[in-house]
């Protein structure tokens, strides 16, 4: 399963950007999809994660500012950043939680990033 994000960019503070992630790929099926960031210096963290009956999750620093949502049918997730500060600037990469399914019909469990979309907040 491959995931191919996109949205990111250069936005002042206060200002909001929109991410999305597409998954792709043969006989698979989503179970949780989440967003997660990385600053300049800092180790990979936790933004927002959605399972596939809609229960969200979000880090503490991005609570009422950031909305992660998804589309089943498309297998497609988003993160809505509003209020954006410096401190948001990172890379943001999505991941997926999958099974997909061999020739066989065997499942595979497999754990699917996306490339990354810098996200640049200037103050």
């Known amino acids: 399963v491959q995931l191919q994000a996109s949205g990111g960019g250069l936005v002042q503070a206060g200002g909001s950007l929109r991410l999305s992630c597409a998954a792709s790929g043969r006989r698979f099926h989503i179970y949780g999809m989440g967003w997660y960031r990385q600053a300049p210096g800092k180790g990979r963290e936790l933004v927002a994660s959605i399972t596939n009956s809609g229960s969200t999750n979000y880090a503490d620093s991005v609570k009422g500012r950031f909305t992660v949502s998804r589309d089943n049918v498309r297998n497609t997730a988003s993160l809505q950043m509003n209020s954006l500060i410096p401190e948001d600037t990172a890379v943001y990469y999505c991941?997926?939680?999958?099974?997909?399914?061999?020739?066989?019909?065997?499942?595979?469990?497999?754990?699917?990033w996306g490339q990354g979309t810098l996200v640049t907040v200037s103050s």
């Open positions: 991941n997926a939680d999958t099974v997909y399914y061999r020739d066989d019909d065997s499942p595979v469990a497999t754990y699917s």
